[in-house]
C-alpha cells in the first residue's frame, strides 16, 4: 500500500519526516512511502541518508500551509500546499492514507473537504489513544468540534467504539462519558442530556460517567467529550509528561543514574510512542500529528496508517451509526 | 485565631484531620484548631497521641455528611453534622476560617449559604494552586460552577488576580484565558466571548489565552476556566501524578534508588504539598480538602486557612469586582 506524508508539516520539516519515513519503510515490508512537499528540500535531506531507498516515492507540492493560514481557507487559496496535494492523492485512491505534522486545523478542515464526512457523521472527530496504568485508552474528540450537542457525543461514542474494536482489539469497548461526578445526571447541561442518550443508545457498551482521574486508571477503552474539554486535557497531559521526563533526565544525571534503568516509567510518559491521532468518521484516512513530533513519532503515525488501511478503519468507522437528522454541517 | 476544622471529613476521618491538627498546631504558634465531629471518636483518636495538647479544642458534632446526600439539603436536613456546625462557628465569628475534606458539594453549598456571596460576585469558585515548573499558578474555577457565562470568567479573573496579590505575594498578577488556541477569537462560545470583556475589563492584567500546554510552563499567575473544564484537569492532574508517583517508587526500589534522592521530582508531583483550595467569593475562609487527604495536606490546608486570616482575604476578596447587574443565583 501507498500512504502519502505530508513532507512539510513538522516544525523542522523535512528533516523529521524523512527520518521518520525511512524508519518506518525499514520496519513494514507491504508500505510505500509518498513525501508530499518541496521536491529540492526533501531531496537534499535524503541526501544525507545515502541512496534513495526503494519504496520511497516524492510528489512535489511547491507551497506550504503555515499557522496563519485560516484552517477553511486552505483548499481554495493554498491548492499546490503539501497539505492539499498530499489530501488529493488520498482521496483520489493514489495514496490509501494521508499523514501530516501540519497545521492541525487544516488538516482536519482539508480532510473534512476532500474526504467528505461518512453517512450519519455530524462531525468528525481527532481520536486520540491516551497512556493508561492499563491498556491505553481513546479519547474523542481531542480538538476537532467546540460547542458539541449531546448527539454529537452520541457520534463520537459509535466512532470511538468502532475505533477500539477494530483498530485497537477490543472485543466489548467500554464507552465512558468524561464528566464532573460519577452519578447519572451530574456534570453540565451537554453532559447531563448526552448521558441519556447515551444509556438508551443500541450498538455501544456504555459504561457510565468517568471523572479526570479515572482515565489514568484504563477503566474504559474509549471516553468522550466536547473538543474544547478533551482538547485542553490532551495538551496538558502533554505538557506535564513532557515536563516531567525533563525534571528526571535531569535529576537522574545529579545522582548518576542511567535513563535507560527507568525506561518503563520513560514510556509510559513518551508520548511520541503513540504517533499521531486519526481524523474519525471522515472517508478515509488522516492521521494528524504534532508540529514538533520526532521521526519516531512520524514512523508511529505511518505504522498507525497502515493497520488503518489492513483493517478497513473506514468501513468499520460509521458502524452502527444512525444516519442523523441533522443537517450535515459545513465545518 | 481560632480555626474550625471538620473531623470527618477525609475518607478514614477522623485520623488525617487529628495527625494533621497536632502538625498545624507544632507550627503555627498563634493558631487554635477546633475539632468539629463526634467527641468520642476523636478523643479515642487524640488519645493514642498523648496528653490532650494545648490549643486544641473539640465541638462535638454528633451528623456526618455522606455522599449520598444532595449538596443543597445539608444545611437544612443534617444541621448537627460537622459541615454545618463547622461553618456556623465561622459564621458566628467563633472561628476565623474553616477547613474540611468532606464532601466538596455539600462543604460548597454549604458555604454559600452560610457565609454568602460576596457583592458583585455571582458565582463564587473554588481555585486550586497547581505546581508548575516556575511558581505555582491558581486555577479557577476547579469545579464549583458549571454552565459559565462569559462575565462569570470576568468575576473568576478579579477574584484569583485578587487572591495572587494578597496570597501568592504576586504583584501585578498575569491572568490568562484557558482556551484551545492562542489567538483572539479561538475557542468555543464561551471563550470567545469572555475574551472580549476580559480584554476591556479594568483592574486586572489580562495577558490572553493560553492552551493546556502552557499551564505547567508556569507563564501566568493565574488561569480561569469553566468549572467543568477545570474540574476534569485538576483531577486529571492529580491521577497523572499519583501514577507517576507509583510507577517511579516501584521503578527506583527495583534499581535501588532511594526516593530521597529524587526528592524534586516527587516534591513537583506531590500534591499534597498543596494541600486545600479555598471557596473564593464567599464572606468568609471556607478551605476545601480531598476526601483522601493525608495528614500532610489537612496541617498544609489549616495553615492555608490562616494565611488566608492573616492577610485579610476575603477583604481583598472582591477588590475591583463590578458589582454585576445579574441577579444574585442561588446555588
New interface residues.
Partial sequence: MRIALDAMGTDQAPRAEVAGALQALSELDDVEVVLVGDRALIEAELAKHGPMPERLLIHHAPDRVTAEDPPATVLRRKPHSSIVVGLRLHQKGEAAAFVSAGSTGAVMATSLFTLRPLPGVDRPAIGTVLPT?QAPCLLLDA?AN??CKPQHLVQFAHLGSNYARNMLGRAQPRVAL?N?GEEPGK???L?AEAYVLLEREEGINFVGNV???????GICDVVV?????G???????????A??IA??RK??DR?S?REK??E??FR??DYAEYGGAPLLGVGGVSIICHGGSPPKAIRSALAMAARAVRSDMVGHSARNLPVGTETQEAQ
Fill in positions: 496504568a480538538g467546540v460547542d468524561l464532573i456534570g453540565d447541561e453532559t471523572e479526570g482521574r479515572d482515565i489514568i486508571l467529550c466536547d473538543g474544547f474539554v482538547n485542553v486535557l490532551l495538551k496538558f497531559y502533554e505538557s506535564v509528561a515536563f516531567i525534571l528526571l535529576e537522574l545522582i543514574v534503568e527507568l518503563d516509567v509510559v510518559l
